[in-house]
């Protein structure tokens, strides 16, 4: 069979896009859990603290460009009064999660280039695709595409010029360029020039793993990062509490009309330089908005459900055993968070804390990037 580019693109549509925007909750879990035996309302939940790890250990030194998250307790998953949380976010469960210390910005051009410099490192986006791994993701025999088309690559936003007849299908704004990557944001013809402070994206779930292992650091579990992102608001829509018309001011989102018309009323098209906005009462930066974040947990359809049912005090939650989506049942995806400058009111609203979306782990798009956390006891291993 030949593959001209609109087989091409399906092909390519089915290794990232299939892992998109799903909807459903709930499932397993490993987690050591506190139990709650008054079966309390989410407000009286009220677990032994004194067990968690808050205040930041005397004997070990912050890491530049880090900040101490004090532990403590949360309800993990969309708030009642939140009209435009999606399935996937329900039904909300009690997370205690000991503190950590976490990046103040997503992780920018100019670190991962430090990085990709001192090793030699190459991303996906930067490799040949592979088939073998490709095609387990692909309906059994899907034929593979010429070698041609196998070329290093990734997905880039192409605004529409014209009215969508629907929001559903995602080819109609991504679209595979050959040669993009890190370096190329937006195509083989783009560079980083002035760029070294935005945050890195076309970043796959290898590729974060690898800069987390150098640095001696790893992804945030999903809880951990939206205990993070809430920063210490803990039934409210966004950090700041539930004003919407606080966004523009708050979060690089898209304004307008997606995906064709952005009005830039944030002051953004695309990617803001990381700290342009500003930050949560933590002091973290970009949690909403920006890029999307991978973080360490599998993407389970059935987690936040078997979560809830547990009537437990999940403690140091660490996402479901395996993953699971029905909706794209080859693919193994990661819950990644926070949502990105594509992100709108009018599409998926997913600059909300408790916002998530399945990502297959070997995805890299051009608005998804990541930030790393460290534990106290690695980093006192450590030195
Ligand atoms: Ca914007
Ligand atoms: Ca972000």
Known sequence: MNFDMKSTTSIFWCKFLFTAFLIFATTNCRNKTLPNKNNNTKEEVKPNIGRLLTKA???????????????????????????????????????????????????????FEKFATATGY???????????ELKMQLPEGTPKPNDSIMQPGSLVFKKSKTPLPNLYDFSQWWQWSIGA????????????????????????????????????????TEA?????????????????????????????????????????????????????????????????????????????????KKNAASQTILLNPEGAKTPF??????????????GSFLCSSSYCASYRVSARMACSIDSAMEHLGFRTVVSAVDLRNSN
């Open 224 to 304: 951990e990062w939206e205990y993070a992102a809430r920063g210490g608001s803990l039934h409210t829509i966004y950090p700041w509490g539930n004003d919407t018309q606080k966004l523009a001011e708050k979060v690089n989102s898209w304004e307008g009309d997606f995906p064709i018309s952005n009005t830039k009323k944030d002051g953004f098209e695309k990617r803001a330089m990381v700290k342009s906005y500003p930050s949560n009462k933590f002091g973290l930066y970009d949690m909403t908005g920006n890029v999307w974040e991978w973080t360490s947990d599998w993407y389970n359809s059935n987690y936040y």
């Open 122 to 132: 190459r991303t996906v986006a930067e490799r040949p695709v592979d088939w073998e």
């Open 325 to 338: 989506n029905a909706r794209s049942p080859y693919a193994k995806e990661r819950v990644i968070k926070g």
């Open 57 to 111: 250990p005397i004997d070990v030194r912050t890491p530049e460009g880090m900040l101490w998250i004090p532990g403590g307790t949360f309800t993990q998953g969309a708030v009642p009064h939140d009209k435009e949380a999606m399935a996937h976010e329900k039904p909300s469960y009690d997370v205690a999660v000991d503190g950590f210390y976490m990046d103040i910005t997503e992780v920018t051009n100019a670190q």
């Open 181 to 220: 990557n890190w370096r190329h944001p937006e195509g083989p013809d783009s560079n980083l020039k002035g760029k070294e402070n935005q945050p890195v994206v076309h970043i796959a779930y290898e590729d974060a793993l690898a800069y987390c292992e150098w640095i001696g650091r790893r992804l945030p």
